[in-house]
């Protein structure tokens, strides 16, 4: 079953049809958005000379800081008036980016996740428990609309409060759970701890993404929750999930490529990889209205899997994301840079220039522990005066991140010193 037509396009038609969006996008932004005029300007780009989609590499690439330093609202190709939606991704003021959608692009979107709901086995008689979280992060919202445009029962939970999913999952008889990997397994977890056997459930489905995961996670999950789990992907500054989804092969994320160009290019040399070869996932969006991005570097790192696949899509698969150019970490579903962090921590009197992060999986639930070195006139002084410091910075770290840390106040020069860059991320997770 596909969702529509597009999806088994002839190899030369997509082509085709990828060149005409594309050679319209590009107009658009030249005309729209100052920053895409100023950069084609800049690298000579003669737009009127774009024969065919390989010229995209004449193209500059647009980063998350072209986006930052835009904030709110400078890469919006619409005015205001025409934005339905402003969704962001996480970050601090200045940091944050925000995108927009109008009434087609979310049209486009919805049509886009009931795609990927599709390929995954969810259809119109599907009950589907959206557990990602509603707001500014596109995974509620993004899911929900698609969901309900597929026909599907949907109902929007939101994340957290584990025992109340298992509780509707029982009472409403979901057969489709919608969440990151790593909630899956902690729902698994709090059901064995409650005595739930979930073969008595009526869960047929999973459609997890938002994070990393492994094809050992993907096989603890469909053992213990008895469904078939599969992968999605995507990004806010793209357009939420709906860029790429697995079908029920479960071997690799088929690209809607008809709303999106991909190019996996070597990361140090901004080449293409051999085909099959890893590298950087950089995306063109063909139909956006409110929001294009061209040549988006998403530090995304992936292959392609260039055997046609045996459900009869055409649209190529990459292989599930193995990891990233930069040190942006994700904490339970919520994407976290270093220096975030350190930002918050700097601010905050009496800490020293020195922090280590340490990410552990306990109960299948990611853990953050800030370690952070204080003045000795704090550290020796009495628990107060410590307990009320660690509460401001959970406080603080907390509200600006949207994800709770733990915080551990250390010694001066207890934490290890580095020449040059300093690894202070320690992520023990295992996948
Ligand atoms: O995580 C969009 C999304 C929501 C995708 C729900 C799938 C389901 P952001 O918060 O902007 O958007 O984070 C995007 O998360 O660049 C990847 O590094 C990572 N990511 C997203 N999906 C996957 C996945 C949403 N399936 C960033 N596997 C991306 C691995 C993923 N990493």
Same mark, same amino acid.
């Given at each position: 079953?596909?969702?529509?037509?597009?999806?088994?396009?002839?190899?030369?038609?997509?082509?085709?049809?990828?060149?005409?969006?594309?050679?319209?996008?590009?107009?658009?932004?030249?005309?729209?958005?100052?920053?895409?005029?100023?950069?084609?300007?800049?690298? =000579?780009?003669?737009?009127?000379?774009?024969?065919?989609?390989?010229?995209?590499?004449?193209?500059?690439?647009?980063?998350?800081?072209?986006?930052?330093? /835009?904030?709110?609202?400078?890469?919006?190709?619409?005015?205001?008036?025409?934005?339905?939606?402003?969704?962001?991704?996480?970050?601090?003021?200045?940091?944050?980016?925000?995108?927009?959608?109008?009434?087609?692009?979310?049209?486009?979107?919805?049509?886009?996740?009931?795609?990927?709901?599709?390929?995954?086995?969810?259809?119109?008689?599907?009950?589907?428990?959206?557990?990602?979280?509603?707001?500014?992060?596109?995974?509620?919202?993004?899911?929900?609309?698609?969901?309900?445009?597929?026909?599907?029962?949907?109902?929007?939970?939101?994340?957290? /409060?584990?025992?109340?999913?298992?509780?509707?999952?029982?009472?409403?008889?979901?057969?489709?759970?919608?969440?990151?990997?790593?909630?899956?397994?902690?729902?698994?977890?709090?059901?064995?701890?409650?005595?739930?056997?979930?073969?008595?459930?009526?869960?047929?489905?999973?459609?997890?993404?938002?994070?990393?995961?492994?094809?050992?996670? +993907? +096989?603890?999950?469909?053992?213990?929750?008895?469904?078939?789990?599969?992968?999605?992907?995507?990004?806010?500054?793209?357009? =939420?999930?709906?860029?790429?989804?697995?079908?029920?092969?479960? /071997?690799?994320?088929?690209?809607?490529?008809?709303?999106?160009?991909?190019?996996?290019?070597?990361?140090?040399?901004?080449?293409?990889?051999?085909?099959?070869?890893?590298?950087?996932?950089?995306?063109?969006?063909?139909?956006?209205?409110?929001?294009?991005?061209? +040549?988006?570097?998403?530090?995304?790192?992936?292959?392609?899997?260039?055997?046609?696949?045996?459900?009869?899509?055409?649209?190529?698969?990459?292989?599930?994301?193995?990891?990233?150019?930069?040190?942006?970490?994700?904490?339970? =579903?919520?994407?976290?840079?270093?220096?975030?962090?350190?930002?918050?921590?700097?601010?905050?009197?009496?800490?020293?220039?020195?922090? /280590?992060?340490?990410?552990?999986?306990?109960?299948?639930?990611?853990?953050?522990?800030?370690?952070?070195?204080?003045?000795?006139?704090?550290?020796?002084?009495?628990?107060?005066?410590?307990?009320?410091?660690?509460?401001?910075?959970?406080?603080?770290?907390?509200?600006?991140?949207?994800?709770?840390?733990?915080?551990?106040?250390?010694?001066?020069?207890?934490?290890?010193?580095?020449?040059?860059?300093?690894?202070?991320?320690?992520?023990?997770?295992?996948?």
């Amino acid at each position: 079953m596909v969702w529509d037509k597009h999806e088994q396009m002839a190899t030369g038609a997509l082509a085709d049809l990828q060149l005409e969006r594309l050679r319209f996008t590009l107009h658009r932004v030249a005309r729209q958005v100052p920053f895409y005029r100023n950069t084609f300007k800049q690298a =000579g780009v003669d737009l009127e000379s774009f024969a065919g989609l390989n010229d995209i590499r004449r193209l500059p690439f647009t980063t998350k800081q072209d986006l930052r330093n /835009n904030y709110p609202y400078g890469m919006f190709a619409v005015p205001l008036r025409d934005v339905v939606r402003i969704h962001s991704s996480s970050g601090t003021t200045g940091m944050a980016t925000v995108v927009g959608y109008t009434q087609n692009d979310i049209v486009t979107w919805s049509n886009l996740i009931a795609r990927i709901l599709t390929m995954a086995g969810v259809g119109p008689n599907d009950v589907v428990q959206i557990a990602f979280g509603y707001g500014l992060f596109t995974g509620g919202f993004g899911l929900h609309y698609g969901a309900e445009r597929l026909g599907a029962s949907v109902i929007p939970i939101s994340s957290g /409060n584990t025992r109340r999913q298992i509780q509707i999952m029982q009472d409403f008889k979901t057969t489709a759970l919608v969440c990151t990997p790593s909630y899956a397994l902690k729902i698994a977890d709090v059901m064995m701890d409650l005595g739930i056997n979930p073969n008595g459930l009526s869960l047929r489905y999973g459609l997890f993404g938002a994070e990393p995961w492994s094809e050992k996670m +993907r +096989r603890e999950i469909s053992e213990r929750l008895g469904i078939i789990a599969t992968d999605n992907y995507g990004l806010s500054e793209v357009m =939420g999930p709906g860029v790429a989804g697995e079908c029920q092969e479960c /071997n690799g994320l088929h690209v809607n490529e008809d709303h999106f160009l991909i190019e996996i290019l070597d990361p140090q040399s901004l080449e293409p990889v051999e085909p099959g070869e890893i590298g950087e996932l950089v995306i063109t969006t063909l139909t956006k209205e409110a929001f294009p991005v061209i +040549r988006y570097r998403t530090r995304d790192l992936t292959r392609l899997l260039p055997e046609p696949c045996p459900c009869g899509r055409t649209f190529r698969r990459i292989e599930r994301i193995t990891g990233r150019t930069d040190d942006m970490l994700i904490i339970k =579903g919520v994407n976290v840079f270093p220096t975030q962090i350190e930002s918050i921590l700097f601010d905050i009197e009496g800490t020293q220039p020195h922090y /280590n992060l340490v990410i552990e999986r306990e109960n299948n639930e990611d853990k953050l522990t800030v370690m952070i070195e204080v003045v000795e006139s704090i550290f020796f002084d009495e628990m107060k005066k410590q307990r009320t410091m660690v509460d401001l910075i959970k406080k603080r770290l907390a509200s600006e991140l949207g994800v709770g840390v733990r915080v551990k106040l250390v010694e001066e020069r207890s934490l290890e010193r580095f020449n040059g860059k300093g690894a202070r991320v320690i992520d023990k997770r295992q996948l």
